[in-house]
């Protein structure tokens, strides 16, 4: 909490000086961090990296000069990379710049379209529909002052070398507000630490926070060797609020890692509901698998969250049990995939059980007889990994994985490693 209460008064827009302090505060925290800049003005594909911007002074008087409102009281007053604009507008011409909405009556909201339609060279305000509709004059000044000047979007990236090359990706967006999604970068960087103390990582990890969607596609177009090194992404979005928690399905919605995720809930004894790839909502997830680049990509949500994309998501809706919940799901996440591979038996006939004390009694213990001495045993085929396994028996995975290690070390199986380049179902 203490990272999310510095970093939230921030106004942190794809390209602006609270950015770029946010970016500070986390090389400050972890060191290993490496700032990649892309200039304003350079191009990636399609997209162009906006000039840096911020507001400077902003508010809206009637004309008795009484401030109705201000950027003071909350930065989302202004539209991110709205245009300048000073003069009196009658309050029809003032509806035509306005985002408002009336089931949120007390809170300003985050309007996009600036921010992301280059082609957009207007200005834009959003008011709480309570203060829309109690101005009841014909006219109002309106004042916006911004500055806009060249300075490089940033992305920060922090990579842990396992093994293997083969990357494991944990994404958060750093811009906009603080469920969404300051959450998910407390969260990612409380990950990378632990990882940091594993030793032997099967895999590499790579924790990108970035602005969202344009910042992601920056670093995916100008770091393609690492793109092609990476088998999986994670996304984080509003961890620590929320009506509950989603686990959001890749594409293909039976992938390794849709499977592994899955089991992570399980492990950690938290309930989820399973939504669809373009459910919930939607972040750098679609970067990662749009089909020329075609990465599983599963995502953990809260939500709905009552406050999303307005003023009233601040430092106060956070639960610490949330993040900590988060932290858990995305640990065990992570457990199932260093520790997953191919079992296959070792010996032509089937090993004696009990001679073995590996036998679950039918009459004592005849769930776990069904499910380990059937189901488990009989899936075993040298192609279906433990979480394949663990997905037909509904089985804790590591549970089973205990199980399997006494048939291992009694060399009963044998190991094979995931093969990530195996087409999933």
Known sequence: MVLINELSPLQRMINSPGLDKAFEI???????????????????????????????????KDLNNNIITSSSESPLFVAPFSEEVEGCFDKREIENHLTTDKNYPDEFLLEHRNAYNFQLKDWGITLPYKKW??????????????????????VAEIFLQGETNQTICICAHIDELCNDDLSGCVVAIELIKFLSEIKNRKYSYQVILSPELIGTIFFAGNNMKKI?????????????????????????????????????????????????????????????????????????????????????????????????????????????????????????????????????????????????NNELLFNINGEKSVVDLCKITNLDFNNVYKYLEKYYKQELISKKNINWNDKDE
């Open 228 to 372: 092609k090194n990476t088998i999986a992404m994670l996304n984080l979005e509003t961890v620590g609020a929320g009506n509950q928690w989603n686990l959001k399905n890749s594409l293909s919605s039976s992938s390794k890692i849709d499977k592994s995720l899955e089991l992570s809930f399980l492990t950690s004894g938290i309930q989820q509901k399973n939504i669809g790839f373009f459910e919930g909502y939607g972040n750098d997830e679609r970067i990662y698998s749009w089909p020329t680049m075609s990465i599983p990509s599963v995502a953990i949500q809260k939500s709905p969250f009552e406050y999303y994309h307005t003023s009233g998501d601040t430092p106060e809706r956070i639960d610490p049990k949330s993040l900590e919940e988060a932290i858990i799901i995305s640990l065990n996440f992570i457990n199932i995939l260093e520790k997953d591979y191919i079992p296959s038996f070792t010996n032509f006939l089937p090993p004696y059980l009990s001679k073995r004390d590996l036998y679950f009694d039918r009459l004592k213990d005849p769930e776990n007889h069904n499910k380990y």
């Open 26 to 60: 986390i090389k400050r925290e972890i060191p290993l961090t490496e700032i990649h800049e892309f200039p304003s003005g350079s191009i990636c594909g399609d997209w162009e990296v906006p000039k840096s911007w911020e507001i400077k002074e902003a508010y809206i």
């Open 133 to 154: 509709i109690s101005m009841k004059d014909d006219k109002y000044f309106v004042k916006i002052s911004t500055i806009r000047k060249d300075s490089p979007m940033k």
